[in-house]
C-alpha cells in the first residue's frame, strides 16, 4: 500500500481544491477502500519519483452526469477515519478567516493520534499575505505552511513536502 496522506479541517477551507490541484485532476476520484463505510475521495499522486496516496475528507461525492455535489460530513468522524487510514495528516486552515474554535478543536483531536502534522494555511493569495495570515496557527503546535490552491501561490512547495511527508 501507497504511504496515504488525508486532508482534514472543517468546511470551506479548500481540502477538495487542494485534492485537486496536488493530483492535477478536473475531479476528484472515488474510490471503494476496504474497512470503511462509505466511498472515499482517494487519488494516487507523485512528486519526482515519490508515490503516494492522497484522500480527501468531508464530503460524499454522488456521481452524476456532469456535475458532483458534494455533502457535509461529520468532521470528527472523517477525522477519525483520517487518523486510521493515512500515515501522515495536513490539517488544512483558511488563513483569510484566520483561526477557528473548530480548526483548534480538530487539531487537539488529531493531536492525539502521534502522526505527522502540517498546518496548511490555505486562500493565502499572495506573497504579502503570508505573515499576518501564518502568525495565528503556529500557536497549534505544527509546522504551518501557506498556499493558495486557487491561486497557485506556494504549491509547488506544497508537492515537495507532500513528497517528504510520504
Ligand atoms: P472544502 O469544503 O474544504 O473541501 O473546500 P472547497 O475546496 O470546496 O472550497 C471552498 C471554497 O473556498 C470554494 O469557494 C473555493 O473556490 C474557495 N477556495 C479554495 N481555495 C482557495 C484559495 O486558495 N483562495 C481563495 N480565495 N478561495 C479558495
Ligand atoms: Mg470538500
Known sequence: MLPTIALVGRPNVGKSTLFNRLLRKKRALTH????????????????????????????????????????????????REAIEEAHALILVVDGRAGLTPLDEQVAAYIRQSNKPILVLVNKVDGSELEAPALSEFHCLGFEVMPVSAEHGYNLMALREKVAQMA
Open 32 to 79: 471503494d477502500m476496504p474497512g470503511i463505510t462509505r466511498d472515499r475521495i482517494y487519488a494516487e499522486g507523485h512528486f519526482e519519483g515519490v508515490q503516494y496516496a492522497l484522500i480527501d475528507t468531508g464530503g460524499l461525492v454522488m456521481e452524476s452526469d456532469n456535475d458532483s455535489e458534494e455533502f457535509q460530513g461529520d468532521i470528527f468522524e472523517q477525522a
